[in-house]
């Protein structure tokens, strides 16, 4: 699954940036540090400010030579936060804010950001609230603990409510984490909450990239299709490529020609002309492909392909009566048919039917959900 997961930023690095100038920008007050240690502290933050980061560590170094009470010491290690978070210097800005005992929601964010992910879940531990347990799921993922991220997104979902973002990057730890059970599950929450295009097509982009039988994935573009989420003239080709193989020639010819603009390339025209050929073939071959019980699945294909849906519903069903190595098939194709032709409950009926073995299950479910969120 891929999706590489779109996950929140915890804390950017403007806003803490922000907090640790507060207060720094003019010069310190006489009484709570010395002139040389105010001196530099001044050089540091103007230098920082204007972009001179060579300059802002110098005069960093030099506080820090100066400094000698506790106060000049925390207003150093304040500076030096600062200064080392603009230069993009995240472990040393944290272990300069550390040094004078920081909360996590400082160090977690700094550590995190200098790939200590480590240090950056341990710190977030520390501390509480949504922020750090975003960061704890964010950190398990670039760790490639998945099973550790899964349950942090839990806990925000728990804690916070079912958030579209939460269940996204839910959804595809529990992919990393080879719980296709449970993401199956959080995809149903996900698609229920928000059931747009952009949502489907990330989810079944993702889906995509997994090995699965060619009926499989045929079945899934022609999800992709009714979603309207295929646009590369490479999913064009493999879904004309797979519906021609299956004997869905108008499936073919009406995938090709959808994509316009985007299949005019020579491949994509050699694809149109056979799938017209086929599907003009289609019209005479189907009645004795279904009048066969070895070639009715195929005879039903034809009819899905031709946009008669009654027939191939027909067909199917007698594929499904022979209880064969097809069923499964059939069956997933049985309820696009219902679909396609208004029929919502024959569809999610058929869909639920399939069974966990023969690969077809994953695809088979997401129908369902498609043909409750729009039947």
Not at 270 to 283: E, S, V, Y
Not at 327 to 338: E, F, M, N, S, W
Request: glycine letters at 10%; a positive charge.
């Amino acid at each position: 699954m891929r999706r590489n997961a779109r996950f929140p930023i915890v804390a950017s690095t403007a806003v803490l940036a922000a907090l640790l100038c507060a207060g720094l920008s003019a010069a310190p007050a006489a009484a709570a540090v010395s002139a040389a240690v105010g001196k530099a502290l001044n050089a540091a933050a103007s230098a920082a400010k204007s972009g001179n980061m060579a300059a802002a560590t110098s005069a960093i170094n030099s506080a820090r030579a100066a400094a000698s009470s506790p106060e000049e010491k925390t207003k150093t290690a304040q500076m030096a936060g600062y200064v080392f978070t603009r230069a993009g210097r995240y472990g040393e800005a944290a272990a300069a804010l550390e040094s004078i005992g920081a909360p996590p929601s400082q160090l977690a964010p700094l550590y995190y950001q200098a790939g200590n992910y480590d240090r950056a879940i341990a710190e977030a531990r520390k501390g509480g609230g949504e922020g750090m347990q975003i960061l704890i799921a964010q950190a398990s993922v670039k760790k490639g603990r998945y099973g550790e991220a899964v349950a942090a997104y839990n806990n925000l979902i728990k804690a916070n409510g079912a958030k579209p973002i939460y269940l996204e990057n839910l959804a595809a730890a529990q992919y990393k984490a080879g719980d296709k059970k449970g993401y199956l599950a959080t995809t149903e929450k996900l698609i229920r909450v928000d059931s747009s295009p952009a949502r489907w097509k990330t989810l079944l982009t993702e889906l995509g990239q997994s090995q699965m039988r060619p009926e499989a994935k045929l079945a899934l573009f022609h999800l992709m299709s009714a979603t309207g989420t295929i646009d590369r003239p490479v999913d064009y080709q493999e879904f004309a490529k797979l519906a021609l193989v299956a004997n869905q020639a108008g499936v073919a010819r009406d995938a090709l020609a959808k994509a316009g603009a985007a299949g005019s390339d020579a491949m994509s025209q050699r694809l149109a002309q056979a799938a017209g050929t086929m599907t003009t073939k289609a019209a005479v071959d189907a009645p004795k492909l279904v009048a066969v019980p070895a070639t009715a699945m195929r005879g039903g294909n034809a009819y899905l392909g031709l946009g008669q849906y009654p027939q191939a519903i027909a067909a199917f069903d007698k594929v499904i009566a022979a209880k064969g190595s097809d069923t499964d098939q059939a069956l997933v194709y049985k309820g696009i048919a219902a679909i396609k032709a208004g029929n919502a409950g024959l569809a999610k009926s058929s869909f639920t039917a399939v069974s966990e073995k023969g690969g077809m299950k994953d695809v088979a479910q997401l129908w369902a959900l498609y043909a409750t969120t729009h039947g």
